[in-house]
């Protein structure tokens, strides 16, 4: 397109034309669109715009109102421009960005349950006998279970309480006798908190026995003690003192000391 003239020749100011494939003349200035802008001409209306196509390519934007975004958002909207992330978890609250962006937070009920559990909802566990095995040396023995606190645990040796930190010391469950070894013939008798565990019960689970003579419970057992296994109505043992087993267990596995026919009706009643 030819340069259009302006004949004015009393005009001073430059002026601007659209092309100069005409040839410029004096005070004549060619208008030129940078990245980010067009020009157009329709008609007798000459027009400049915006090219929307450069505008994600923009960097370190700084937006004073609102904004809105109709196309969506993508990438992480977790991250600083540093690489760490601006919303962090506390305590219990977890959070979590998925690839398209999106960001989750949520709330970690296990260690909900498990400080709930811990600071509110406890038990005592009176008289519990710690059997004094050879192989302990009379130092070393465990309780059954872990205490809330090492200082919530009181020890009897043959009726006589002992002393925490001269007599004895503990350690998650373990319990360390300080002056001198026990032998098979002490009675230590053990009380202490410990948290109250949220349990589930099975009662007359069917059992199912497999070709290798075991049989496996649908659901691990919080603890060996507390599973009961019923063969054809009677209550078998598993005992720790008398050594009178008719099974043991480990895991969900049982497995039998004594011959089961695929005949037999094998129940078990247990808490996990």
């Keep these: 397109m030819p340069a259009v003239r302006v004949v004015d020749e009393h005009l001073l100011a430059p002026v601007l034309v659209y092309s100069g494939s005409g040839g410029v003349f004096d005070n004549e200035l060619v208008l030129s669109t940078a990245t980010g802008l067009t020009k157009s001409i329709l008609g007798d209306v000459f027009s400049l715009g915006v090219d929307f196509s450069h505008i994600p390519s923009l960097q370190g934007a700084d937006f004073t109102g609102s904004t809105t975004f109709n196309g969506g958002l993508t990438g992480s909207l977790q991250s600083l421009p540093s690489g760490d992330p601006y919303i962090i978890g506390k305590g219990v609250l977890a959070v979590t960005t998925s690839s398209i ?13 498990a400080q709930v559990a811990k ?3 406890n038990e005592i566990v009176f008289n519990e006998r710690i059997l004094i095995p050879e192989a302990s040396n009379g130092i070393h023995f465990n309780l059954a279970s872990t205490p809330t606190s090492v200082s919530d645990v009181q020890l009897w040796l043959n009726g006589q309480l002992l002393t925490y930190g001269e007599d004895y010391s503990v350690s998650d469950s373990l319990i360390t006798i300080l002056p001198s070894p026990l032998s098979q013939d002490d009675k230590l008798i053990a009380s202490y908190s410990r948290a109250l ?19 496996n419970l649908q659901n691990s057992p919080t603890s060996s003690n507390d599973v009961m296994i019923f063969l054809n109505g009677q209550l078998l043992l598993r005992g720790i003192m008398l050594g009178d087993n008719d099974y043991h267990i480990n895991g969900q596995i049982i497995t039998f000391n004594n011959y089961v026919d695929v005949t037999d009706v094998l129940l078990a009643s247990y808490s996990y």
Excluded: N, W
């Design 119 to 121: 600071k509110y909802v």
């Design 101 to 113: 962006g999106q960001v989750e937070i949520h709330a970690d009920i296990d260690s909900i349950t």
């Design 197 to 215: 565990v949220m349990k589930q019960y099975k009662f007359g689970e069917r059992l199912m026995l497999q070709p290798s003579g075991t049989v």
